[in-house]
Nanobody
Framework: QLVESGGGSVQPGGSLRLACAASGGSFSSCAMGWFRQAPGNEREFVSAISRNGFSTRYGDSVKGRFTISRDNAKNTMYLQMNNLKPEDTAVYYC????????????????????WGQGTQVTVSS
């Protein structure tokens, strides 16, 4: 089970830190990802991290502003979001997939069989 937290409302230029807590499985065996979906839009890739945390990837729209990380001892993944923009407004979802390659990241929705329920992020003045 994946549970996101940390969403909320923030002004442009502000920051939020999302967390994704995992339970019921082997978190350290899973590569993880963040996706988001704005109203009327398809769910899109935001960021991904390998099971060992050494490899990360970002969508072009968030590069340089968002940072993904994980703490395998706490079964938790994070997304630090800085310099938020109105176009970052969306429901943010975390996702997990068992990975047999420690340094591999995944970016496609179809790569992830497990999803959280989502947390709303609203950026508005």
């Amino acid at each position: 089970q994946l549970v996101e937290s940390g969403g909320g409302s923030v002004q442009p230029g502000g920051s939020l830190r999302l967390a994704c807590a995992a339970s019921g499985g082997s978190f350290s065996s899973c590569a993880m990802g963040w996706f988001r979906q704005a109203p009327g839009n398809e769910r899109e890739f935001v960021s991904a991290i390998s099971r060992n945390g050494f490899s990360t990837r970002y969508g072009d729209s968030v590069k340089g502003r968002f940072t993904i990380s994980r703490d395998n001892a706490k079964n938790t993944m994070y997304l630090q979001m800085n310099n938020l923009k109105p176009e970052d407004t969306a429901v943010y979802y975390c996702a997990a997939t068992v990975s047999f390659t420690t340094g591999r990241t995944y970016e496609k929705l179809s790569d992830f069989p497990s999803w959280g329920q989502g947390t709303q992020v609203t950026v508005s003045s």
